[in-house]
């Protein structure tokens, strides 16, 4: 639980205090704790250096029983993304000392090249955010999170943000689920049961959902998904998720991928290319957070969640390369490659809800190409789109957000990569080269007559090792994303 304080530091009694401190300021104007900090810094062994803290115990004036100094460097260098990171590192030193609530005193410095206002945004979300560990699957659970973490402010500051630390949690927690969803292993996450997980997660938020299973999918001449789901001993879903608010003026679709394991199917991927296959699901996590969250703090939209959930796997019954499939929108694709079958799901979920809800806005997100990880690495996501008034709105909400994003572009001459000459199209190039490129091509034909853009989050969906304030696993990259997003960035 988060909460802003205007109280006096000295009196409350957390259990730890951390204060967010610089090299060469204190970030604190109050006296007290201005001293304490040039104490601290009168030590060798603690310069403010990012990465570096310091620790006092049972300090006089202080009820708090530690007190944490946690340095951030140069205050120059200060940006929304260095306080997330602090804060996330010091619940995760609160989490090892079996803590189970802290405060923050926040950095109120006047000459911080950001204001407290924001410095107190930051923190709360990578508190939140870093306040969590995926131990399900633990007997012994090593670390707990914390129970409640408080923000100290003045009172003015307390006071012109008053909402933040319920639309901050209610965001963050969606985060955190997503994280889960994605680091569940495939076993128990096979389509019928995520499609279940996704739907109960959803109704408690409000949203009124839908699911439409593999005999609605068949009714509805899903095609191309129904022959990647063919090879598995599980049923495919589509989950429907729609929070409609009275009045809305605008419809935002957003789709994502949801394969529960890609094995590649007959066209099987490699020993080294299976690891963290479960995660082939994150997009349709990320539109699953953000569709909760958005309902949760009443987004004015309407907001369309579409998530296609199968399994890639291979049997007697799996979809052969060279197969030629009917989709939905009456294009035929001839699967030139079984393992390219993230295209194929996405290609009739897309022209289905572009049908049926004929949205303003259509976004879809998915863990779509290996060749995205090798342009732009683990951190940085790829979108696509003709829009540039959509392109740059989604650049931006990745900059505030640090979940960034890199515009990549759809050249009208790749087209041609796509070629069949059996079929309408292919779902494997005919070249190596730009693989995320013709993929979001390929994506682009079902999706005409609307504004759409297309976010490759290969890279950053999955951390093979922790961050400041991520757990190894899924990162529920993509909800914060959104959120932002929906909240305040979408183009007229
Ligand atoms: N799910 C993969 C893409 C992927 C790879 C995501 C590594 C995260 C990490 C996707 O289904 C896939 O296999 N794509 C193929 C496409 C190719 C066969 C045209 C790829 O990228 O190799
Ligand atoms: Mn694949
Ligand atoms: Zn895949």
């Known amino acids: 639980m988060l909460k802003i304080r205007y109280a006096d530091l000295r009196k409350a009694r957390p259990e730890v205090l951390i204060l967010p401190v610089c090299r060469e300021a204190t970030l604190h104007t109050d006296g007290f704790l201005a001293g304490l900090v040039e104490k601290a810094l009168r030590y060798e062994s603690f310069q403010g250096k990012s990465g570096e803290h310091f620790v006092f115990f049972e300090t006089p004036g202080l009820t708090a029983t530690t007190t944490l100094l946690f340095g951030m460097g140069k205050r120059s260098k200060l940006n929304p ?19 189970s609530q802290a405060a923050f005193a926040v950095p109120d410095d006047p000459d911080m090249p950001l204001e407290t206002g924001d410095a107190l945004r930051a923190l709360m979300e990578g508190a939140c955010l870093g306040n969590h560990v ?8 090593k670390h707990t999170a914390l129970r409640s973490i408080a923000f100290f402010t003045s009172r003015e500051v307390a006071g012109r943000h008053v909402a933040l630390a319920g639309e901050i949690a209610s ?5 955190k689920r997503a994280r889960e969803w994605v680091s569940m292993p495939a076993n128990e996450k096979r389509p019928e049961m995520l499609a279940k997980t996704f739907a109960a997660a959803a109704r408690k938020a409000g949203v009124r959902v839908e699911i439409l299973d593999e005999k609605a999918l068949k009714r509805k001449k899903f095609g191309a998904l129904l022959a990647v789901s063919a090879g598995s001993g599980s049923r495919p879903r589509v989950v429907v998720m729609d929070h409609r608010p ?29 690891d963290g296959m479960k995660a ?20 004015k939209h309407r907001v369309i969640g579409v998530l296609p959930l199968v399994e890639n796997m291979i ?39 572009i049908d049926r809800y004929n949205p303003q806005i259509t976004i879809d997100l998915a863990t779509l190409t290996g060749a995205c990880l090798v342009a732009l690495g683990t951190k940085f996501a790829a979108v696509f789109s003709e829009d540039d008034a ?16 890199w515009r990549m572009p759809l050249p009208e001459d790749y087209r041609e990569l796509l070629k069949s000459d059996f079929a309408d199209i292919s779902n494997m190039p005919s070249s190596r080269w730009g693989g995320a490129i013709t993929a979001a091509l390929f994506l682009s034909e079902f999706a005409k007559n609307t504004r759409w853009a297309h976010i490759d989050i290969a ?32 183009p007229e």
């Open 81 to 99: 993304e260095s306080f997330r990171a602090i804060a996330g590192k010091a619940i995760q030193q609160c989490m090892k000392m079996r803590s």
């Open 246 to 274: 009275k009045g809305a003026r605008r419809t935002i679709l957003l789709v994502g991928k949801g394969v529960t394991f890609d094995s590649g199917g007959i066209n099987l991927k490699p020993g080294n290319s299976l």
């Open 134 to 141: 995926f131990n399900r699957y633990k007997e012994k659970k």
């Open 459 to 490: 890279g950053p969906a999955y951390a093979k090792k922790a961050s400041a304030y991520c757990g190894p696993g899924g990162t529920g990259f993509g909800v914060r994303l959104l959120c932002d997003l929906l909240e305040r960035e979408l």
């Open 315 to 353: 049997s007697g019954d799996a979809t052969r390369p060279g197969d030629i499939v009917t989709t939905y929108s009456g294009k035929t694709v001839e699967i030139g490659n079984t393992d390219a079958e993230g295209r194929l799901i996405l290609a009739d979920a897309l022209a289905w809800a």
């Open 171 to 175: 965001v963050c927690e969606s985060v």
């Open 390 to 405: 959509l392109a740059a709105a989604v650049v931006a909400a990745g900059a505030r957000t640090h979940e960034r994003c």
């Open 280 to 299: 082939d699901m994150s997009g349709a996590a990320a539109v699953a957070g953000a569709v909760t969250a958005a309902a949760a703090h009443k987004t």
